[in-house]
């Protein structure tokens, strides 16, 4: 059975479904990493399941070690590595992820990768990173890291069902207090469940992006000239997007051709 090389530090239930993780390497040094970078976890399938988990598809072989991708939410400087995991129930591993508790162990893969970031677009570049759901979790680690220090400005819009998924928010709204060329936009599109009401945006992010906030917030209208747009998360919202973001001139970047669109699908 693979070892199992890390174990968990901390754990923050954000929402009924949705969990912030910490993971430590349990005695080897954490790869270097580039912000906005996945890494795979892992737990056997010998391993309990949470009590709100529904059936699984399939049985699995107990010494099976179950692997997806996670996006890194912490900054590539900590000695800790961080994830926002939304609860899959009739799922194969979040179910399993869901049922750690403190000091328990989990697998992580040595090698992180993906394209994914900002580490090939130019400082002077406007950044507008757009999410669903655990989707923030690349932009949590690139604003941890040195997004903030780059001369262009950076937008987060992150979209969820309630206001209680929008993980991360007060830090977001942190940051926008804080940093001069941050800007948070938070929408959700329940509205009608908040037990305390709810002033901000209701629409999907395709009618936010059509509309004129981005020249409230921005002071300008984003162009494929002067800004590279991030998206992550439900591939809804981004194929929604990618066909909006087409019409006005952005091209998606893939290994072979640069454009401004970058996107990782969840
Ligand atoms: C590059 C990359 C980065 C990722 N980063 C994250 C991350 O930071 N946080 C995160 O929560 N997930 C992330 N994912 C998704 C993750 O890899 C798993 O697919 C997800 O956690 C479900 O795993 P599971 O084994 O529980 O479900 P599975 O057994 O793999 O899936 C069961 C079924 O649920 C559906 N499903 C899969 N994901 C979801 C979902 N999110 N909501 C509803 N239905 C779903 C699938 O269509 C599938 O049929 C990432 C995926 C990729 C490719």
């Not at 893939?254 to 454009?259: D, F, L, P, V, Y």
Request: hydrophobic share 40%; charged share 25%.
């Amino acid at each position: 059975m693979a070892e199992l090389n890390c174990f968990v530090t901390q754990i923050l239930q954000v929402s009924p479904i949705m969990k912030i993780i910490r993971i430590k390497p349990d005695g080897w040094e954490l790869p270097e990493y580039k912000a906005g970078q996945f890494v795979a976890l892992g737990l056997h399938a010998s391993a309990s399941r949470c009590a709100d988990a529904t059936d699984e598809p399939r049985k699995l072989a107990p010494t099976k070690l179950i692997k997806r991708a996670y996006s890194i939410a912490s900054s590539s400087t900590q000695n800790f590595v961080e994830f926002y995991i939304t609860l899959v129930h009739s799922g194969a591993l979040t179910p399993r992820i869901f049922d750690l508790k403190l000091g328990d162990k989990i697998w992580m893969g040595k090698k992180a990768t993906g394209m994914f970031t900002l580490s090939e677009i130019d400082d002077n570049q406007n950044v507008v990173l757009i999410a669903t759901g655990t989707g923030v979790a690349p932009y949590m680690s690139m604003l941890r890291s040195n997004a903030l220090q780059r001369k262009g400005k950076i937008m987060v819009i992150h979209g969820a069902a309630n206001s209680w998924d929008l993980g991360y928010s007060s830090e977001l709204n942190l940051l926008e207090s804080m940093a001069p060329n941050f800007i948070y936009h938070p929408t959700i599109t329940e509205p009608d469940k908040e037990p305390s009401g709810w002033t901000g945006d209701t629409r999907f992010i395709e009618a936010i992006w059509k509309d004129t906030v981005l020249e409230d917030k921005l002071g300008f209208r984003p162009t494929a000239e002067d800004t590279h747009i991030f998206l992550c998360g439900n591939p809804i919202m981004i194929d929604g997007m990618k066909e909006i973001l087409d019409t006005e001139g952005f091209t998606v970047h893939t290994k072979r051709q640069e454009g401004q669109i970058h996107i990782e699908e969840f």
